[in-house]
C-alpha cells in the first residue's frame, strides 16, 4: 500500500513540468521511490487540462505497467536506446517543422539510470539532448511496509560505496539460504548467463515433474501444467499480456497445440490460450522455419530478462556469472520483499558499478536545485 504522499507535496515541483513548456524534466530515482505516483500525477494534470500527451515505455513490460505501448510499436522505429533520444528528437522537430529540439515539444524522461544499458549503442546520457533534460530527483521510499535496510542496501550497491555493515548482512544471506527442493521450486532463480538459466530450468522442470508424478520424465519436456513460463512476444498486449509476462500452465491441449496460461497482470488474473507460431530466420546465411510456442520456462530467468519485473520471491546468484555493471543492482532490486530475497552465492566481483554513470548522477546533482520532497 502506498503512503500517504501528500499531493500538494509532490504537485509543487510537478507544477513546472506542467506549466513550463519551454524545458524538459527527468524524475529520476530507484525503486519503490514514488515514479509511478508522480507519473501518474502528470497525467491526470494533462488530462484535466485537456494537453495532448503520448505516454510510452521502452519495454513491453515497461509499457504494460503504464497501460501504454512501446516507443518503438508506438513511432514504428528500430533504434536502440543509445540512439533513441536523438531520433525521437529529429523526428518532432520534422513533423512540427521546428529546429528545436523535439520540435519544441516539453518532454519528460522517468527512469533509473542504474539499470542495464542498451544491449547496443551508447547510454542515454551520452546523447547531447540529454543535456537539455533537468533532473528532479526522488530519494525517499514511499511504501509503508518498505524495508529501509533493503533500501540501503540497493543504494550502496546502485552507487558501488558498499560498507562493511551491506557486506554482512549480504554474506549473512547467503549463508543462511535454505535450498530445499520446495524453496527452488517456488522461487525465481536469477542468474548471469543464459546457459546457466537454461540448464537450472531443466534440472527444476524435471524435478517438478517427478514431485508431480513420481515418473523419470525425459529432459526434453518443457511444457507441463503448474510449470512457471514467460511470454516472449509482444502481440496480445490488449490482454496485459506482453514480452517478460510471467504465468503458470494451467492446461495444454495436444490436438491442437495450445497452452493456456494464467498471466499475473495488473488488475488480477488472464487465462489465455498460446498456440504455436511460425516463425522464419537466417541460419548460417540459409532461410530456415520452425513452429513454436513464443514461451520460456521461468523457474530460472537472466537477470536482463527480469528487467521492469517485480517478482513474489527471488534468489539470485551473485558470483562470477555477474558480468555487467548495473547486475547485482537489477537482480536484488527484483522483489519488494526483503525477506523474500535468497542469495544462494556471493563474490565481490559481481558488485559492478559503472563509473560514467556515477560521474554523470554527481553533474545532475550539481545542476539540480529542486529536489521533490518525497
Known sequence: MDSPISRQNAIQPISLIIEDDSNSYWPEGPAETGKSFILNLIIKDFSKRKHKYLLMAPTGVAAQNIGEETIHSSLIIHETLGELLSFISDMFSVIKQQTVAFGGLNVILVGDLAQFPPVSGSPVYRSSEWKLFYPLFLKKPQRQNHDMQYYEVLQEIRFGQISSRTWNILHQKAISYHRSLDAILNVTNI???????????????????????????????????????????????????????????????????EVRIAFSVIGGIVDVGIKRHFDTFIVNGKPSSRYQFPLQNAFALTVHKTQGLTLPEISVCLNQQIFAAGQAYVALS?????????????????????????????RLERKASTHLPL
Open 191 to 257: 542468474v548471469g548467463y543464459k546457459q546457466t538459466a537454461d540448464r537450472l530450468t531443466i534440472i527444476f522442470v524435471t524435478f517438478y515433474l517427478l514431485m508431480k508424478t513420481n515418473l523419470f520424465w525425459s529432459l526434453r519436456v518443457r511444457l507441463q501444467q503448474g510449470a512457471r513460463v514467460m511470454y516472449l512476444k509482444n502481440d496480445i498486449m490488449e490482454q496485459n499480456v506482453c514480452n517478460g509476462t510471467i504465468g503458470v500452465i494451467t492446461d495444454i491441449n495436444i490436438s491442437c497445440f
Open 334 to 362: 527484483k522483489c519488494s520483499d526483503w525477506s523474500k530475497v535468497n542469495i544462494s552465492s556471493i563474490h565481490p566481483s559481481a558488485f559492478i558499478t559503472d563509473m560514467s554513470m556515477v560521474e554523470e548522477y554527481k
